[in-house]
Protein backbone atom coordinates (compact mmCIF):
# COMPACT_ATOMS: atom_id res chain seq x y z
CA UNK A 1 0.00 0.00 0.00
CA UNK A 2 0.90 3.26 -0.68
CA UNK A 3 2.19 4.96 2.48
CA UNK A 4 0.95 8.58 1.31
CA UNK A 5 -2.74 10.20 2.82
CA UNK A 6 -4.77 12.53 0.49
CA UNK A 7 -7.53 14.08 1.80
CA UNK A 8 -10.88 14.47 -0.53
CA UNK A 9 -13.22 17.62 0.00
CA UNK A 10 -16.20 16.41 -1.50
CA UNK A 11 -15.50 12.77 -1.64
CA UNK A 12 -19.48 11.77 -0.89
CA UNK A 13 -20.89 13.15 -4.10
CA UNK A 14 -21.57 11.90 -7.26
CA UNK A 15 -17.68 12.28 -8.91
CA UNK A 16 -16.58 12.01 -5.42
CA UNK A 17 -17.31 8.14 -4.66
CA UNK A 18 -15.49 7.11 -7.85
CA UNK A 19 -12.25 9.68 -7.02
CA UNK A 20 -11.96 7.64 -3.58
CA UNK A 21 -12.34 4.26 -5.60
CA UNK A 22 -9.26 5.66 -8.19
CA UNK A 23 -7.26 6.72 -5.48
CA UNK A 24 -8.03 3.57 -3.27
CA UNK A 25 -6.90 0.93 -6.29
CA UNK A 26 -3.67 3.38 -6.69
CA UNK A 27 -2.98 2.32 -2.80
CA UNK A 28 -3.37 5.81 -0.97
CA UNK A 29 -4.92 6.49 2.36
CA UNK A 30 -8.08 8.54 1.95
CA UNK A 31 -9.40 10.84 4.17
CA UNK A 32 -13.20 11.96 2.65
CA UNK A 33 -14.25 15.12 4.83
CA UNK A 34 -17.55 16.09 4.29
CA UNK A 35 -20.40 17.96 5.85
CA UNK A 36 -22.15 14.68 6.95
CA UNK A 37 -20.29 11.87 7.09
CA UNK A 38 -22.67 9.72 8.76
CA UNK A 39 -24.38 9.72 5.66
CA UNK A 40 -21.31 7.82 3.88
CA UNK A 41 -20.62 5.32 5.18
CA UNK A 42 -20.25 2.70 2.19
CA UNK A 43 -17.29 4.86 1.72
CA UNK A 44 -14.98 3.13 3.89
CA UNK A 45 -15.73 -0.59 2.11
CA UNK A 46 -13.89 0.73 -0.63
CA UNK A 47 -10.34 -0.17 0.42
CA UNK A 48 -8.83 -2.53 3.27
CA UNK A 49 -9.74 -1.81 6.85
CA UNK A 50 -8.99 1.95 7.71
CA UNK A 51 -7.76 2.73 4.45
CA UNK A 52 -10.70 5.31 4.14
CA UNK A 53 -11.40 7.77 6.78
CA UNK A 54 -14.39 10.02 7.01
CA UNK A 55 -13.94 13.23 8.45
CA UNK A 56 -16.11 16.25 9.45
CA UNK A 57 -15.49 19.49 7.46
CA UNK A 58 -17.62 22.66 5.84
CA UNK A 59 -15.71 24.76 3.60
CA UNK A 60 -17.71 27.55 5.23
CA UNK A 61 -15.80 26.89 8.03
CA UNK A 62 -11.89 27.53 7.63
CA UNK A 63 -10.98 25.63 11.12
CA UNK A 64 -12.43 22.45 9.79
CA UNK A 65 -10.65 22.34 6.91
CA UNK A 66 -7.44 23.14 8.29
CA UNK A 67 -8.14 20.12 10.37
CA UNK A 68 -9.32 17.83 7.34
CA UNK A 69 -5.49 18.43 6.46
CA UNK A 70 -4.19 17.48 9.56
CA UNK A 71 -0.64 15.18 8.06
CA UNK A 72 -2.10 14.82 4.61
CA UNK A 73 0.67 14.27 1.74
CA UNK A 74 -2.02 15.34 -1.30
CA UNK A 75 -5.82 16.96 -1.51
CA UNK A 76 -8.54 16.75 -3.99
CA UNK A 77 -10.87 19.86 -4.06
CA UNK A 78 -14.14 18.18 -5.42
CA UNK A 79 -16.70 20.46 -4.02
CA UNK A 80 -18.85 22.07 -6.53
CA UNK A 81 -23.07 23.34 -7.01
CA UNK A 82 -25.56 23.25 -9.96
CA UNK A 83 -27.62 25.45 -8.12
CA UNK A 84 -27.79 27.53 -4.58
CA UNK A 85 -30.04 26.90 -1.69
CA UNK A 86 -29.73 28.70 1.39
CA UNK A 87 -25.84 29.36 2.98
CA UNK A 88 -24.56 26.84 0.27
CA UNK A 89 -23.55 29.56 -2.44
CA UNK A 90 -21.55 29.75 -5.45
CA UNK A 91 -19.45 32.11 -3.81
CA UNK A 92 -19.30 30.47 -0.55
CA UNK A 93 -18.28 27.30 -2.29
CA UNK A 94 -16.38 27.86 -5.55
CA UNK A 95 -14.65 30.50 -4.51
CA UNK A 96 -14.30 31.27 -0.95
CA UNK A 97 -14.37 27.22 -0.29
CA UNK A 98 -11.77 26.89 -2.50
CA UNK A 99 -9.75 29.78 -1.37
CA UNK A 100 -9.94 27.76 2.69
CA UNK A 101 -8.76 24.97 1.36
CA UNK A 102 -5.80 26.60 -0.94
CA UNK A 103 -4.95 28.49 2.12
CA UNK A 104 -4.77 25.63 3.90
CA UNK A 105 -2.49 23.69 2.23
CA UNK A 106 -0.48 26.28 2.00
CA UNK A 107 -0.13 26.92 5.33
CA UNK A 108 0.98 23.34 5.79
CA UNK A 109 2.96 22.80 2.75
CA UNK A 110 0.78 20.73 0.81
CA UNK A 111 1.95 21.51 -2.87
CA UNK A 112 0.25 18.47 -4.35
CA UNK A 113 -3.40 19.56 -5.14
CA UNK A 114 -5.88 18.33 -7.75
CA UNK A 115 -8.86 20.84 -7.87
CA UNK A 116 -12.06 20.11 -9.78
CA UNK A 117 -13.70 23.03 -12.30
CA UNK A 118 -15.14 23.26 -15.47
CA UNK A 119 -14.95 23.59 -18.78
CA UNK A 120 -16.27 27.10 -19.12
CA UNK A 121 -15.06 28.44 -16.33
CA UNK A 122 -14.63 32.27 -16.96
CA UNK A 123 -13.82 34.51 -14.54
CA UNK A 124 -16.32 37.31 -16.81
CA UNK A 125 -18.72 34.70 -17.49
CA UNK A 126 -22.55 35.88 -17.09
CA UNK A 127 -23.12 32.88 -15.89
CA UNK A 128 -22.75 33.04 -11.65
CA UNK A 129 -21.70 29.24 -11.81
CA UNK A 130 -18.99 29.97 -14.30
CA UNK A 131 -18.25 32.81 -13.27
CA UNK A 132 -17.58 31.70 -9.73
CA UNK A 133 -15.62 28.65 -10.87
CA UNK A 134 -13.15 31.01 -12.72
CA UNK A 135 -12.72 32.89 -9.50
CA UNK A 136 -12.11 30.08 -7.90
CA UNK A 137 -9.45 28.85 -10.06
CA UNK A 138 -7.68 31.92 -9.47
CA UNK A 139 -8.00 31.73 -5.98
CA UNK A 140 -6.54 28.30 -5.64
CA UNK A 141 -3.55 29.20 -8.33
CA UNK A 142 -2.51 32.27 -5.96
CA UNK A 143 -2.60 30.17 -3.11
CA UNK A 144 -0.97 27.00 -4.50
CA UNK A 145 0.96 27.71 -7.73
CA UNK A 146 1.82 23.85 -7.91
CA UNK A 147 -2.01 22.78 -8.05
CA UNK A 148 -3.43 21.34 -11.33
CA UNK A 149 -6.96 21.91 -12.36
CA UNK A 150 -9.05 20.08 -14.28
CA UNK A 151 -11.84 21.11 -16.39
CA UNK A 152 -14.85 18.67 -17.59
CA UNK A 153 -17.56 18.44 -19.73
CA UNK A 154 -20.31 17.93 -18.70
CA UNK A 155 -20.13 14.15 -16.73
CA UNK A 156 -22.09 11.47 -17.15
CA UNK A 157 -22.20 7.74 -15.45
CA UNK A 158 -25.28 5.65 -12.92
CA UNK A 159 -26.45 8.52 -10.96
CA UNK A 160 -25.50 11.49 -13.12
CA UNK A 161 -27.40 15.20 -13.19
CA UNK A 162 -27.94 14.98 -16.54
CA UNK A 163 -29.05 11.68 -18.33
CA UNK A 164 -30.91 9.80 -15.43
CA UNK A 165 -32.67 13.03 -14.77
CA UNK A 166 -33.90 13.84 -18.52
CA UNK A 167 -34.80 10.35 -18.46
CA UNK A 168 -36.89 10.20 -15.28
CA UNK A 169 -38.20 13.61 -16.78
CA UNK A 170 -39.33 11.85 -20.16
CA UNK A 171 -41.03 9.13 -18.49
CA UNK A 172 -43.52 11.83 -16.58
CA UNK A 173 -43.91 14.48 -19.37
CA UNK A 174 -45.19 14.51 -22.62
CA UNK A 175 -42.47 16.75 -24.35
CA UNK A 176 -38.62 17.67 -23.33
CA UNK A 177 -37.15 21.43 -23.24
CA UNK A 178 -34.49 22.16 -25.96
CA UNK A 179 -33.58 25.09 -23.84
CA UNK A 180 -32.26 27.93 -26.93
CA UNK A 181 -33.26 25.82 -29.38
CA UNK A 182 -31.16 22.52 -28.43
CA UNK A 183 -27.96 23.73 -30.28
CA UNK A 184 -25.30 24.39 -27.45
CA UNK A 185 -22.38 21.85 -28.36
CA UNK A 186 -21.21 19.21 -25.10
CA UNK A 187 -18.38 16.57 -25.17
CA UNK A 188 -19.78 14.26 -22.39
CA UNK A 189 -17.21 12.64 -20.23
CA UNK A 190 -17.22 9.59 -18.51
CA UNK A 191 -16.94 10.11 -14.61
CA UNK A 192 -14.89 6.95 -14.28
CA UNK A 193 -12.47 8.63 -16.96
CA UNK A 194 -12.51 11.92 -14.74
CA UNK A 195 -11.63 9.98 -11.45
CA UNK A 196 -8.74 8.36 -13.17
CA UNK A 197 -7.56 11.60 -14.20
CA UNK A 198 -7.76 12.96 -10.77
CA UNK A 199 -5.67 10.08 -9.37
CA UNK A 200 -3.33 10.08 -12.28
CA UNK A 201 -2.18 13.46 -11.62
CA UNK A 202 -2.45 13.07 -7.96
CA UNK A 203 0.02 10.04 -8.59
CA UNK A 204 2.44 11.95 -10.79
CA UNK A 205 2.26 14.99 -8.44
CA UNK A 206 0.77 18.24 -9.54
CA UNK A 207 2.40 20.94 -11.80
CA UNK A 208 0.55 23.78 -12.12
CA UNK A 209 -1.16 21.88 -15.25
CA UNK A 210 -4.75 22.75 -16.33
CA UNK A 211 -6.47 19.87 -18.32
CA UNK A 212 -9.45 20.29 -20.10
CA UNK A 213 -11.64 16.62 -19.64
CA UNK A 214 -13.81 16.27 -22.79
CA UNK A 215 -15.14 12.95 -23.97
CA UNK A 216 -14.43 11.81 -27.70
CA UNK A 217 -17.36 13.43 -29.05
CA UNK A 218 -19.30 16.28 -30.05
CA UNK A 219 -22.83 16.62 -29.66
CA UNK A 220 -25.82 19.09 -29.59
CA UNK A 221 -28.20 19.48 -27.25
CA UNK A 222 -30.96 18.41 -28.79
CA UNK A 223 -28.57 15.26 -30.09
CA UNK A 224 -28.39 14.26 -26.08
CA UNK A 225 -31.93 14.57 -25.97
CA UNK A 226 -32.93 11.78 -28.85
CA UNK A 227 -30.23 9.89 -27.47
CA UNK A 228 -31.74 9.55 -24.00
CA UNK A 229 -35.17 8.77 -25.64
CA UNK A 230 -33.99 6.39 -27.74
CA UNK A 231 -31.98 4.54 -24.87
CA UNK A 232 -35.13 4.64 -23.35
CA UNK A 233 -37.30 3.42 -25.97
CA UNK A 234 -39.34 6.23 -25.46
CA UNK A 235 -41.40 8.84 -28.06
CA UNK A 236 -41.81 12.37 -26.45
CA UNK A 237 -41.85 15.69 -28.34
CA UNK A 238 -38.92 17.46 -28.44
CA UNK A 239 -39.54 21.35 -28.10
CA UNK A 240 -37.85 24.18 -28.56
CA UNK A 241 -37.65 26.65 -26.45
CA UNK A 242 -36.40 30.29 -27.25
CA UNK A 243 -33.66 31.94 -24.78
CA UNK A 244 -36.31 34.57 -23.33
CA UNK A 245 -39.18 31.80 -23.10
CA UNK A 246 -36.01 29.58 -21.31
CA UNK A 247 -34.94 32.73 -18.60
CA UNK A 248 -38.88 31.93 -17.35
CA UNK A 249 -38.64 28.36 -17.20
CA UNK A 250 -35.72 28.57 -15.08
CA UNK A 251 -38.03 31.01 -12.94
CA UNK A 252 -40.31 28.46 -12.69
CA UNK A 253 -37.65 25.97 -11.71
CA UNK A 254 -35.88 28.03 -9.34
CA UNK A 255 -39.47 28.49 -7.44
CA UNK A 256 -39.70 24.85 -7.46
CA UNK A 257 -36.61 24.50 -6.08
CA UNK A 258 -37.86 27.08 -3.18
CA UNK A 259 -39.72 23.73 -1.43
CA UNK A 260 -38.37 21.61 0.66
CA UNK A 261 -35.84 18.67 -0.47
CA UNK A 262 -37.13 20.00 -4.49
CA UNK A 263 -34.38 20.04 -6.73
CA UNK A 264 -34.83 22.85 -9.44
CA UNK A 265 -35.53 20.93 -13.02
CA UNK A 266 -33.83 24.44 -14.49
CA UNK A 267 -32.49 27.98 -13.09
CA UNK A 268 -31.52 30.71 -14.77
CA UNK A 269 -28.30 30.55 -13.99
CA UNK A 270 -28.58 27.25 -15.89
CA UNK A 271 -29.68 28.81 -18.83
CA UNK A 272 -27.08 31.48 -18.98
CA UNK A 273 -24.42 28.92 -18.94
CA UNK A 274 -26.57 26.65 -21.91
CA UNK A 275 -25.86 30.02 -24.26
CA UNK A 276 -22.17 29.10 -24.72
CA UNK A 277 -20.38 26.10 -25.85
CA UNK A 278 -19.23 23.45 -23.18
CA UNK A 279 -16.15 21.84 -25.53
CA UNK A 280 -12.66 22.16 -24.94
CA UNK A 281 -10.39 25.24 -26.23
CA UNK A 282 -8.21 23.05 -27.35
CA UNK A 283 -5.66 25.59 -25.66
CA UNK A 284 -5.52 22.63 -22.86
CA UNK A 285 -3.99 18.89 -22.85
CA UNK A 286 -6.42 16.01 -21.83
CA UNK A 287 -7.51 12.88 -20.63
CA UNK A 288 -4.92 11.81 -23.65
CA UNK A 289 -2.01 13.63 -21.90
CA UNK A 290 -3.25 11.29 -19.12
CA UNK A 291 -2.80 8.17 -20.83
CA UNK A 292 -6.65 8.24 -20.82
CA UNK A 293 -8.73 6.89 -23.69
CA UNK A 294 -12.02 7.92 -22.58
CA UNK A 295 -15.39 5.76 -22.95
CA UNK A 296 -18.42 7.25 -25.40
CA UNK A 297 -22.23 8.03 -24.12
CA UNK A 298 -23.09 4.85 -26.29
CA UNK A 299 -21.01 2.30 -24.46
CA UNK A 300 -21.96 3.65 -21.09
CA UNK A 301 -25.62 5.20 -20.54
CA UNK A 302 -27.94 2.78 -22.13
CA UNK A 303 -26.98 0.23 -19.36
CA UNK A 304 -27.85 2.73 -16.26
CA UNK A 305 -30.37 3.75 -17.87
CA UNK A 306 -32.48 0.91 -18.80
CA UNK A 307 -34.68 0.99 -15.67
CA UNK A 308 -36.29 3.98 -17.42
CA UNK A 309 -37.43 1.40 -20.06
CA UNK A 310 -41.26 0.55 -20.21
CA UNK A 311 -40.46 -3.01 -19.22
CA UNK A 312 -36.71 -2.16 -17.97
CA UNK A 313 -34.08 -4.51 -18.89
CA UNK A 314 -36.26 -7.17 -21.07
CA UNK A 315 -37.56 -4.66 -23.83
CA UNK A 316 -34.71 -3.56 -25.89
CA UNK A 317 -35.75 -2.12 -29.39
CA UNK A 318 -33.08 0.76 -29.57
CA UNK A 319 -31.08 1.41 -32.73
CA UNK A 320 -27.81 2.91 -32.02
CA UNK A 321 -27.85 5.59 -34.73
CA UNK A 322 -31.36 6.74 -34.30
CA UNK A 323 -30.83 9.75 -32.50
CA UNK A 324 -28.10 11.57 -34.73
Not at 13 to 33: E, P, S, T
Not at 56 to 71: I, K, T, Y
Not at 175 to 196: E, H, M, N, R, S
Not at 264 to 281: G, H, I, M, Y
Request: aromatic residues 8%; glycine residues 10%; proline residues 5%.
Amino acid sequence: MHNGLVTVFGGSGFVGRHVVRALVADGWRVRVATRRPHLSPELRVNGMVGQVQLVQANLRFPESVDAALDGADACVNLVALLHESGRQTFDALHVEGADAIATACANRGITNLAHISAIGADTASASDYARTKGDGEARIRDRVPSADILRPSIIFGEGDGFFTRFAAMANMAPALPLIGGGDTAFQPAYVGDVAKAVATVIRLGTTGTTYELAGPQTYSFKQLMRFTLDAIDRRRLLVPVPWFASGALGFMGEMSGALPFVTPFLTRDQVENLKVDNVASGDHPGFAALNIAPDTIEAIVPDYLERFRKYGQFHDTRSPAKYR
